[in-house]
């Protein structure tokens, strides 16, 4: 039975389960960690009843910090630096959505029968799944200072708070620091070892370049319009958000469950660079339409000069006058110059173009879905789709 993929969100959980050809009794487990022994009733073992995989990923991090700050290295003179970095990782790790770590467990569930899957196995693949959090907490304390952004998950960024500063450029390299000291200690014995430093690296270095496209298009104080075309724009998103947000859980995942083909990874990546690619765009469209009591940031797009989706599809659509508009208005730090790019954009009928293009981008999704995932589950595309769909945060 194939659903059209509204329909698939809107219908109840044991319906999308048949949809992705997982039983109902598989659909009990899959949350929970395995069992090595016989399940007692429901979600029962020997008694003690099993957590939720969210729930085993937040018992985790308090593990990590404990290893990473106070065991992992023992030297006394070291006391305050490791002092520090336990109150970064716990400031800046933290929060969000945990969409891009919880992926990965999610990932290999849909890939691995349960039977195959160790609570090591399991184990690990949370560890995975925090180390992309780690990256993710690395990029953001970085990027919130390049871009001067004020608040972060509803608190303010790192660097400015009492005493940080741009001491937070280093606190960043630490949180890349822990990604791969974790790796060695916990995956250095495992088959999939090499292809996750291997990923790990390789989507850091894409996400830099993404980064940098970004930096160097939207310069403060220099405007030029002309750099904000979509070329340039779909260049940016792909690899400063798709690759490491979507592409990198899923292939971690890949990875662990032994799959290792370059043809099934590209296959993957197909449909993950365009969701990855629309999550992007709900990022820049919330940026100025969310409620940042909701999304627990500040937007700043206008202000900073940036090449969002918003500013490119309204130069697409823009009058010689309108245009005249934007560039004396745009990227400026100025209150009234962001209520009158605003009301450009309203008049422009953004928020009814941004909705049309939501819903061009799940067709697109779906197409790609049917075309390039003839070999792997289906349910791991679809996961990701519930999560960013009609969001808003």
Known sequence: ?????????????????VW?????????????????????GDGVCDGTPLRSDPQLFEAQFDELVTEL??????????????????EVLVYNSPGGKRNRGLSVI????????????????????????????????????????????????????WYKKDGIGLDAINDSFLLEAAIYRLLRRHCRDQPYYIHLLELFTEISFQTELGQALDLMTSTPGQIDLNRFTLERYKAIVKYKTAFYSFYLPVAAAMYIAGIVSEEEHNNAKHILLEMGEFFQIQDDYLDCYGDPAVTGKIGTDIQDN????????????ITPEQRAELKECYGRHDDACVEKVKKLYNDLQ?????????????????????CHAKNLPHSIFLNFAEKIYKRNK
């Open 1 to 17: 039975m194939r659903l059209p993929l509204r329909s698939l969100f809107n219908a109840p959980r044991t319906i999308r389960a």
């Open 20 to 40: 992705r050809g997982v039983s109902r009794s598989q659909l009990k487990t899959t949350s929970l960690l395995t069992c090595p022994s016989p399940l007692q």
């Open 69 to 86: 700050a106070e065991k992992d290295l023992a030297d006394p003179a070291l006391a305050d630096a490791l002092s520090r970095f336990r």
């Open 106 to 157: 999610a990932s290999l569930r849909d890939l691995l029968p349960p039977g195959e899957l160790s609570q090591d196995t399991v184990r690990r693949a949370l560890l995975v799944g925090w180390c992309i959090e780690l990256l993710q907490a690395f990029f953001l304390v970085a990027d919130d200072i390049m871009d001067a952004s004020v608040t972060r998950r509803g608190q303010p960024c």
């Open 306 to 317: 940036k090449c969002s989706w918003l500013v490119v599809t309204a130069l697409e659509n």
């Open 350 to 370: 953004m928020p009814t173009l941004y909705h049309k293009y939501e819903e061009d981008s799940y067709l697109r999704l779906q197409a790609l879905i049917s």
